[in-house]
């Protein structure tokens, strides 16, 4: 026994002997990954002798290992009120606590301390620059707070269990999101009826699944593809993989793995699409990053296969960790998770915008106290920009995690977009129709939505970012294609453009109006801006070699009629040259003008005239 005291005396700064006994009773149990053994033996310890800072410090190192930082915080507290000198190693510990238990100025204070103290550990050195910018930028910002007034998306989404991973359409209509009931995730999705969100329901057999789990999912703005995260799945390629399905009407397909290179041994999680459905953002621990998960990106080719990912770069990742990616349907702000860039301690919501050099900016803090010195990940921003979602368990909901809204604060809105909406049919029969919607902008000629409308219920939804001009075109083998033409200025966000979508199957005598082919005032010269427009149809033409068409000329009856006459002769023989130009066989064309003898509207108004002066085809032969 009394060899047990020296020894204790030399050992411990406690000597009374159950205290030690229980002390080292949870040395063991640590050994044994028996965590609440040991903490109850360090509380009976403390309780022997609450002058004992080994049992403090023991007790302190546990709770943090468990993320139990205000339980951490105290018990380092009571060991450096003992001694401030004892364990030096330990004060990093104790500041990293305070921090991430949103004291940061006693967190500024110790870090400083700790790395003036001259026994800063090496490897902690740059950490603790990080922590000190962070205490300096944290108590900088919550004394300038944002505007943040989260609401509960309500008793139809939310539950007693956990909800979260909030995706949207673009038109705001339908939810899709995560509830994970007893430790079990699977998807489950709202409709919006009057303003106000349904009764959720189990989304799909086909995608949710009794033995794994379904999560961190994102939908394509137009709500045809959901792209998700499976673990552990026997097709996966490592723990965790990404893959898509397609929306049937009000059903689901079974979901693909997208196989190699998206997917690879390491973990694939989070997807979040562009809203042209071209580039898929998403998170990886693969080789080649800065950290130990980063944000990647890789896009779809033409013939349907993903380039190999490309990281980000350091604009966006950091030697810690990105996650929960999201690009806003503006294609131009992205919204992430990092605790690597300056914040509040842990996983904070960052913005980044990509400027006219392709470059993303740094990234910049949503502030306090959207951001917490909790973690804050999973925002998702709806089309008009003005509202965020998310997920907390912070605010007193139905239970657990609870998706919320929130209108964002100004400064750190996306640029808005507006979407055009609609439904193809046949036009004989109105039987609904799967057809390629390609939305190009007239400006760049650049391809920006490119997907198919639902092969049950003939809809479509596409995105559009304001202030430009664009060319919608619908196509299906054997139909016409249709072609549209419009502008968004006179569209406020979240008001869109609804179209109905009549397809002619070919036959002679149909006729399409290319309302995106264009010419200056009495010139007929063809405008750069007609050359999307003028590729659909020579496409048409060579997937249809056997059809014959006639290009007709129209014009307004402003002016003599022989002008316009000669106007429109001319203006069609244009689009006859620009095809025969392009490897199409003069013999299948013909071209005319017809001048202001075939009008389809009163020649009375501004918008009449501007849909007399029009070019035409019409089907002339079909041969064999």
């Not at 264009?518 to 659909?536: G, I, R, V």
């Not at 056997?546 to 316009?564: L, P």
Request: charged share 25%; aromatic share 12%; with cysteine.
């Amino acid at each position: 026994m009394t060899c047990l005291c020296g020894y204790a005396q030399k050992k411990y700064t406690s000597s009374d002997r159950s205290a030690i006994k229980n002390y080292e009773i949870a040395s063991a149990q640590i050994d044994l990954n028996n965590f609440n053994e040991a903490i109850n033996a360090l509380n009976i310890a403390i309780k022997e002798d609450d002058k004992f800072i080994e049992a403090y410090l023991l007790l302190a190192d546990i709770h943090r290992s468990l993320g139990d930082y205000l339980k951490a915080k105290e018990a380092y507290k009571k060991a450096f009120t003992i001694s401030s000198t004892f364990a030096p190693e330990r004060l990093f510990y104790y500041a990293e606590s305070e921090l991430n238990t949103g004291e940061y100025e006693a967190a500024l204070l110790h870090f400083t301390s700790y790395k003036n103290s001259g026994k800063a550990q090496f490897d902690k050195i740059s950490i603790v620059d990080k922590y000190i910018n962070d205490c300096i930028f944290s108590i900088g910002a919550i004394k300038n707070p944002v505007a943040f007034k989260p609401e509960n998306l309500g008793q139809s989404i939310n539950t007693n269990d956990e909800e979260y991973f909030a995706a949207l359409t673009s038109d705001e209509s339908t939810l899709i999101f995560t509830r994970q009931i007893k430790g079990k995730e699977d998807f489950y999705r709202s409709l919006k009826v009057n303003n106000e969100w349904t009764s959720s329901n189990y989304l799909s057999p086909n995608i949710n699944t009794p033995e794994f789990n379904e999560g961190a999912q994102c939908l394509s703005p137009d709500g045809q593809f959901l792209f998700f995260t499976g673990c552990t799945r026997p097709d996966g390629y490592g723990k965790c993989d990404i893959y898509v399905s397609q929306k049937e009407g009000n059903g689901w397909s079974t979901p693909v793995n997208l196989g190699f290179p998206i997917n690879t041994k390491g973990w694939e999680s989070q997807p979040s699409l562009s809203a042209d459905g071209r580039t898929l953002y998403f998170v990886s621990d693969r080789k080649g990053g800065f950290g130990s998960y980063d944000i990647w990106k890789s896009t779809i080719s033409d013939d349907g296969k993903w380039t190999m990912p490309e990281n980000l770069g350091s604009n966006i990742n950091t030697p810690y960790s990105e996650q929960y990616p999201f690009i806003h349907p503006d294609g131009r702000t992205f919204y992430f998770s990092s605790t690597g860039w300056t914040g509040f301690g842990r996983k904070d919501l960052f913005i980044s915008r990509l400027d006219t050099s392709n470059v993303w900016s740094k990234p910049q803090n949503l502030g306090y106290p959207i951001n917490t010195y909790g973690d804050e990940s999973g925002l998702t921003i709806n089309s008009s920009g003005t509202k965020a979602f998310f997920s907390s368990n912070n605010f007193n909901g139905f239970g657990g995690f609870d998706i919320y809204s929130f209108d964002l604060p100004q400064n750190i809105r996306p640029s808005a977009v507006n979407y055009v909406k609609g439904i193809v049919f046949d036009d004989h029969d109105n039987k609904k129709l799967g057809a390629l919607i390609d939305i190009i902008d007239l400006k760049t000629g650049n391809s920006i939505y490119t997907s198919y409308s639902d092969a049950i219920d003939g809809t479509f939804l596409g995105t559009l970012p304001k202030g430009n001009e664009y060319s919608l075109n619908v196509s299906k083998n054997g139909y016409l294609f249709y072609s549209e033409n419009f502008s968004l200025e006179k569209y406020k966000p979240g008001k869109p453009i609804v179209l109905e979508v009549p397809l002619q199957k070919i036959a002679v005598g149909k006729k399409v109006v290319l309302k995106n082919i264009f010419f200056d005032s009495n010139k007929f010269d063809l405008k750069p801006t007609s050359k999307a427009e003028l590729q659909k149809l020579i496409d048409f033409l060579g997937e249809n070699p056997t059809v014959s068409i006639e290009i007709d000329g129209h014009t307004d009856d402003i002016g003599d009629d022989q002008s316009n006459l000669t106007l429109s002769q001319n203006r069609s023989k244009a689009v006859f040259q620009y095809l025969i130009e392009h490897d199409i066989n003069s013999a299948r064309i013909k071209y005319k003008g017809y001048g202001e003898t075939m009008p389809v509207a009163d020649n009375k108004t501004s918008s009449g005239r501007a849909n007399n002066r029009r070019t035409e085809f019409v089907i002339i032969g079909i041969g064999k």
